[in-house]
């Protein structure tokens, strides 16, 4: 889901607040003027219009009859409405900020598409390109490294089961591992817990370590990827992830363009050079500036990623 499309449903949610509280609101009058007719019909009085403090006074004369309670379920009612109108204020300002968000981030778009020339569209559609074949190969490997991780801490597990003399009653006369013990069930089931626990800590394979090792290795998306087991909801969400992460990345570069140059006049000299980075000298009204791209790679990035430098020319 886009940012728009996220937002303009949570306003959808926002409205349907508001409708219900406004529902709220005439369910309790008409509620209210049941109950002042009950009052009218026991005492003769009238309470439409009347404050709580103005019909505390009318109750006095009635607090020790059955009328006094007649005449304070008016105060109730007025209570519930008042409680109703509060909750219709703050639902009103919750639609109002995300209908102000969504209004920015349309602007945002709108800013997006008229202000950034081809070539930056084209070097981050490059970027997003490059970002979907690593994730993807990411997530494969993810799936390798997961096995031998957990490969790992089976044979820690085994390693001390047999170092470890608590563990004694766990092996056979041969000084190995029973085999129902090698069953990942029944290992959880091992007691004493304690110098296990400790054993697998000590070599960061302990829960913990495990799943820290995942998140270095994988990164957010790919472990958000590993979440669903379906591939085109995968593709789905990388593709989203990385089209949003686009129009950010966008955003931030026309912003500081904007920033160093003022509105851009001209990026004819601006072009994607052979190694893939942006680089040139993109005139605006406000003066030039120079724009050099340094890509980052390799097995240890996350991701390849790149970091642009916008230097102002002085005349």
């Known amino acids: 889901m886009s940012k728009i499309a996220n937002l303009e ?24 003027e049941k109950k002042i007719q009950a009052v009218i019909k026991a ?28 005449i304070y379920e008016v105060v109730s009612k007025l209570d ?7 909750k219709l ?7 109002s900020n995300w209908r102000t968000k969504l209004d920015a981030e349309i602007n945002k778009e709108n800013f997006i598409r008229d202000n950034a020339p081809q ?6 559609e490059e970027w997003k390109r490059l970002a979907f074949e690593w994730h993807i190969k990411r997530y494969q490997d993810y799936q390798d490294f997961k096995k031998k991780l957990k490969q790992k801490v089976f044979e820690a597990q085994m390693e001390c089961i047999k170092t470890i003399p ?4 766990y092996l056979d006369d041969n000084g190995e591992v029973q085999e129902e013990y090698k069953d990942e069930y029944n290992l959880m089931n091992i007691r004493p817990r304690n110098p296990m626990k400790e054993y697998l800590e000590e070599r960061d394979l302990d829960y913990s370590g495990v799943q820290a090792r995942k998140a270095s290795y994988a990164g957010t998306i790919v472990m958000n990827m590993d979440t669903m087991r379906s591939e085109p909801k995968r593709i789905e969400y990388l593709e989203k992830t990385l089209e949003h992460d686009k129009q950010m990345k966008m955003f931030d570069l026309i912003q500081r363009i904007t920033k160093a140059v003022g509105e851009i006049t001209d990026a004819s000299s601006l072009k994607v050079n052979q190694k893939g980075n942006l680089d040139g000298i993109i005139i605006g009204d406000k003066g030039k500036a120079k724009l ?11 991701c390849f990623h790149y970091r642009t430098l916008i230097k102002p020319i002085k005349e």
């Open 43 to 70: 005492i003769g009085i009238d309470l439409t219009g009347k404050s709580k403090e103005e019909i505390e006074v009318i109750r006095e004369p009635y607090r020790t009859t059955d009328d006094s309670w007649t």
């Open 292 to 302: 050099e791209t340094i890509g980052a790679g390799g097995w240890n990035i996350v």
């Open 119 to 124: 070539v930056i569209k084209d070097f981050l």
């Open 166 to 169: 608590v563990y004694a009653e």
């Open 80 to 86: 519930d409405i008042k409680g109703a109108k509060k």
């Open 9 to 32: 449903d949570k306003i959808e949610k926002a409205e349907l607040k508001v409708e219900k509280c406004n529902g709220t609101i005439e369910r309790h009058k008409k509620q209210l």
């Open 89 to 95: 204020s703050e639902a009103e300002i919750v639609l």
